[in-house]
């Protein structure tokens, strides 16, 4: 259901909300257009009537059922001298736009020996600096991971090693575990029960707030592969048979909601939430990914993490990715875009070892993953990271054989993957980088004319909008015309 209410004299709107509330939109360029969007069902449309016009009017605003685009007639009034006009549109941190066909629409990164972001990383010879020298690329993302317990002590945000990844341009990426690092997957401390009972409330709530201080966005991957047995916060079945660290079934559900919920609380807006399983096989121990997802408006982005290194077993990136072809592999791609069809994905730890072949084999498996997979077959994908870290498997890292190298080198070179470009980034949650590059619509109308425009939606913006509703405003300028014309709309 939408009000409308028309106010021909404001030249420029700013509505400020929280994410549980309405939205954050400013009017930016010459032209503004904030998008309606359906409800749960059906088509959401408004008829705009702009009580004085300048030269051109909006004469109606459409979205469409999967709120990806809206399409915006605009007419030239037939005792006009014809009308230039320009149209863009922003909200909740983006900007609509028509969808540019070149530049970047997968974030590039890694996780890199296990190593945290501390200044030495970056450093001349240290692990970061010496594995962007290998793919010959900066990253987008840089990933590491922190435990809430570590030695018998809670672990602070870490913000010194948040503004380094800043600093370099890129995303930070935490794997943030609710465990003692270096106990095991059976942890009594820690069962997911604990978790939503509130025995951690003070820690995430402090943990929360200086997220929030810190101030810019982040993605955090919170309890990864939650569909397995070899962490404390899993609902997989051990090779026993019971549930790993006695955790039940629908926990993991309260568990992550319970944690969200602190950060909502405390305002820490700038969180970009990774859910991300691991990739589903056939033994019987998996619990069903359905029954793990904790629901669209606690998840930002989806994803799984997927290994090629069983050599009796070895999987191309298709059938890993899909399960095409194999029969002890379900196709996990799938299974996760029918549960948020609209969220972006994130290939959350990828690898492959080395087949004995002096790295041909590896090779072949890189190249198919970077230039005919993920660009060509998986467009759901917009983030890769990459597992550079022999932690379980001795050959994982790309510089295994210099022909795994050159092949992750060529492949990631590609245009197709953004590099470190987002030292300014402000938008929440983090789209991906093919919503990220604005443009202004410019339209040349006749006398009479009428003519339909499509905008495209970032996702993260139709989610948000669809959750939280709000107001929006639209607003149209001529070309030589000094007063434009907006009319709000709100969304319940």
């Given at each position: 259901m939408?009000?409308?209410?028309?106010?021909?004299?404001?030249s420029?709107?700013?509505?400020?909300?929280?994410?549980?509330?309405?939205?954050?939109?400013?009017?930016?360029?010459?032209?503004?257009l904030?998008?309606?969007?359906a409800?749960a069902?059906?088509?959401?449309?408004?008829?705009?009537?702009?009580?004085?016009?300048?030269?051109a009017?909006?004469?109606?605003?459409?979205?469409?059922a999967?709120?990806?685009?809206a399409?915006?007639?605009?007419?030239?009034?037939?005792?006009?001298?014809?009308?230039?006009?320009?149209?863009?549109?922003?909200?909740?941190?983006?900007?609509?736009?028509?969808r540019?066909?070149?530049?970047?629409?997968?974030?590039?990164?890694?996780?890199?020996?296990?190593?945290?972001?501390?200044?030495?990383?970056?450093?001349?010879?240290?692990?970061?600096?010496?594995?962007?020298?290998?793919?010959?690329?900066?990253?987008?993302?840089?990933?590491?991971?922190?435990?809430?317990k570590?030695?018998?002590?809670?672990?602070?945000?870490q913000?010194?090693?948040?503004?380094?990844?800043?600093?370099?341009?890129s995303?930070p990426?935490?794997?943030?575990g609710?465990?003692?690092?270096?106990?095991?997957?059976r942890?009594?401390?820690?069962e997911?029960?604990?978790?939503?009972e509130?025995?951690?409330?003070?820690?995430?709530?402090?943990?929360a707030?200086?997220?929030?201080?810190?101030?810019?966005?982040?993605?955090?991957?919170?309890?990864?592969?939650?569909?397995?047995?070899?962490?404390?916060?899993?609902?997989?079945?051990t090779?026993?048979?019971?549930?790993?660290?006695?955790?039940?079934?629908?926990?993991?559900?309260?568990?992550?909601?319970?944690?969200?919920?602190?950060?909502?609380?405390?305002?820490?807006?700038?969180?970009?939430?990774?859910?991300?399983?691991?990739?589903?096989?056939?033994?019987?121990?998996?619990?069903?990914?359905?029954s793990?997802?904790p629901?669209?408006?606690?998840?930002?982005?989806?994803?799984f993490?997927?290994?090629?290194?069983?050599?009796?077993?070895?999987?191309?990136p298709?059938?890993?990715?899909?399960g095409?072809g194999?029969d002890?592999?379900?196709?996990?791609?799938?299974?996760v875009?029918?549960?948020?069809?609209?969220?972006?994905?994130v290939?959350?730890?990828?690898?492959?070892?080395e087949?004995?072949?002096?790295?041909?084999?590896?090779?072949?498996?890189?190249?198919?993953l970077?230039?005919?997979?993920?660009?060509?077959?998986?467009?759901?994908?917009?983030?890769?990271l990459?597992f550079?870290?022999?932690s379980?498997?001795?050959?994982?890292?790309i510089?295994?054989?210099?022909?795994a190298?050159?092949?992750f080198?060529?492949g990631i070179?590609?245009?197709?993957?953004?590099?470190?470009?987002?030292?300014?980034?402000?938008?929440?949650?983090?789209?991906?980088p093919?919503?990220?590059?604005?443009?202004t619509?410019?339209?040349?109308?006749?006398?009479?004319?009428?003519?339909?425009?499509?905008?495209?939606?970032?996702?993260?913006?139709?989610?948000a909008?669809?959750?939280?509703?709000?107001t929006?405003?639209?607003?149209?300028?001529?070309?030589?015309?000094?007063?434009?014309?907006?009319?709000?709309?709100?969304?319940?």
């Amino acid at each position: 259901m939408s009000q409308l209410t028309n106010d021909a004299h404001r030249s420029d709107l700013s509505l400020q909300a929280n994410r549980r509330g309405s939205l954050s939109l400013a009017l930016v360029g010459l032209v503004v257009l904030g998008a309606l969007v359906a409800r749960a069902a059906g088509i959401g449309s408004a008829t705009v009537a702009v009580k004085r016009p300048t030269q051109a009017r909006i004469e109606s605003v459409r979205v469409a059922a999967d709120s990806a685009s809206a399409a915006v007639q605009v007419r030239c009034p037939s005792a006009s001298s014809g009308c230039a006009v320009a149209l863009s549109g922003a909200a909740a941190g983006e900007t609509f736009s028509k969808r540019s066909k070149a530049g970047a629409s997968i974030y590039f990164g890694a996780l890199v020996g296990g190593k945290a972001p501390a200044t030495s990383a970056f450093a001349k010879g240290g692990a970061y600096a010496r594995f962007e020298q290998q793919v010959q690329k900066r990253m987008a993302l840089i990933q590491w991971g922190q435990p809430w317990k570590f030695a018998g002590r809670f672990q602070p945000f870490q913000r010194r090693f948040f503004d380094n990844v800043r600093a370099h341009g890129s995303i930070p990426v935490i794997n943030w575990g609710s465990w003692e690092l270096g106990r095991g997957a059976r942890q009594p401390a820690f069962e997911l029960r604990d978790l939503y009972e509130g025995s951690y409330d003070a820690y995430v709530t402090r943990w929360a707030k200086a997220a929030k201080a810190w101030g810019h966005p982040f993605m955090l991957r919170f309890d990864h592969e939650m569909n397995g047995w070899w962490y404390p916060w899993g609902e997989g079945k051990t090779q026993q048979g019971p549930t790993v660290n006695g955790n039940r079934p629908g926990d993991y559900v309260r568990a992550w909601r319970h944690v969200h919920d602190i950060f909502t609380r405390v305002g820490a807006t700038n969180v970009t939430w990774l859910w991300t399983p691991n990739i589903v096989g056939h033994n019987g121990r998996y619990p069903s990914l359905a029954s793990l997802y904790p629901g669209g408006s606690y998840v930002d982005w989806t994803g799984f993490s997927a290994f090629s290194y069983d050599r009796s077993q070895y999987a191309s990136p298709h059938q890993l990715l899909t399960g095409a072809g194999v029969d002890w592999l379900d196709n996990t791609y799938q299974l996760v875009s029918s549960l948020a069809p609209r969220k972006p994905m994130v290939l959350a730890e990828v690898g492959a070892t080395e087949l004995g072949d002096g790295g041909t084999g590896k090779a072949a498996w890189i190249r198919d993953l970077l230039t005919r997979q993920l660009p060509r077959n998986l467009p759901r994908i917009k983030a890769v990271l990459w597992f550079d870290w022999n932690s379980t498997w001795p050959d994982i890292e790309i510089d295994s054989s210099a022909a795994a190298q050159a092949a992750f080198a060529q492949g990631i070179g590609s245009a197709v993957y953004a590099s470190n470009r987002f030292r300014n980034l402000s938008s929440e949650p983090i789209a991906p980088p093919d919503s990220e590059t604005p443009m202004t619509t410019w339209l040349q109308l006749r006398p009479g004319m009428t003519k339909k425009v499509r905008l495209r939606i970032p996702p993260a913006v139709a989610e948000a909008l669809e959750r939280h509703g709000g107001t929006v405003a639209i607003t149209l300028v001529s070309a030589g015309s000094r007063q434009p014309s907006t009319s709000s709309v709100t969304v319940r």
